[in-house]
T-cell receptor
Framework: DQQVKQNSPSLSVQEGRISILNCDYTNSMFDYFLWYKKYPAEGPTFLIS?????DKNEDGRFTVFLNKSAKHLSLHIVPSQPGDSAVYFC????????????FGQGTRLTINP | DSGVTQTPKHLITATGQRVTLRCSPR?????VYWYQQSLDQGLQFLIQ???????AKGNILERFSAQQFPDLHSELNLSSLELGDSALYFC?????????????FGEGSRLTVL
């Protein structure tokens, strides 16, 4: 049972344009959502998060949007830069109870010059 | 550099064997998490320790076990290895038992079972 899904294995975007990565979840008990970024041969690094009491969180070029009714979140990167090329993982958790992140399969983002 | 150290980085072994993966958390972090990433899959939560005690368990096989030592480093033991155990094993740490989910990951240990 894949509770967090990233349906696009890969995405290619031109430098300077907007990158939009999508994530869907099925468990309505999730109340905290995160995006991690992973470069080859490195571990995932935290990028941005959002609580279920918000519908948007912005940090520089990165914005995460949460649509609770649709159980959908997205990460917007604008403008996209070559250094943004990486695998992006969406993750979800419940603040109460066992603290374990549930990850999506990841989306490989390639920014083309 | 996340501050989390994992050894070995790469390990090749045969089916039926046993291996131990080691993790040193960031200085001061009491929680250690283990995750498994198989080919083209997301990270699957295995187990969490906090200050030496098991706190949460995921889909960890009975052939796998872990522990956290008094110096807070952790070891993941994988026994009776099967081909399907080939994966990247990540360790992550955080300062508290319960947190917002922001974890600091090591670079991973790549296990290949032949």
């Amino acid at each position: 049972d894949q509770q967090v899904k990233q349906n696009s294995p890969s995405l290619s975007v031109q430098e300077g344009r907007i990158s939009i990565l999508n994530c869907d979840y099925t468990n309505s008990m999730f109340d905290y959502f995160l995006w991690y970024k992973k470069y080859p041969a490195e571990g995932p690094t935290f990028l941005i998060s959002i609580s279920s009491i918000k519908d948007k969180n912005e940090d520089g070029r990165f914005t995460v949007f949460l649509n609770k009714s649709a159980k959908h979140l997205s990460l917007h990167i604008v403008p996209s830069q070559p250094g943004d090329s990486a695998v992006y993982f969406c993750a979800a958790s419940r603040r109460q109870g066992a603290q374990k992140l549930v990850f999506g399969q990841g989306t490989r983002l390639t920014i083309n010059p | 550099d996340s501050g989390v150290t994992q050894t070995p980085k790469h390990l090749i072994t045969a089916t039926g064997q046993r291996v131990t993966l080691r993790c040193s958390p960031r200085s001061g972090d009491l929680s250690v998490y283990w995750y498994q990433q198989s080919l083209d899959q997301g990270l699957q939560f295995l187990i969490q320790y906090y200050n030496g005690e098991e706190r949460a368990k995921g889909n960890i096989l009975e052939r796998f076990s872990a522990q956290q030592f008094p110096d807070l480093h952790s070891e993941l033991n994988l026994s009776s290895l099967e081909l399907g155990d080939s994966a990247l094993y990540f360790c992550a740490s955080s300062p508290r038992q319960q947190n917002t989910g922001e974890l600091f990951f090591g670079e991973g240990s790549r296990l290949t079972v032949l």
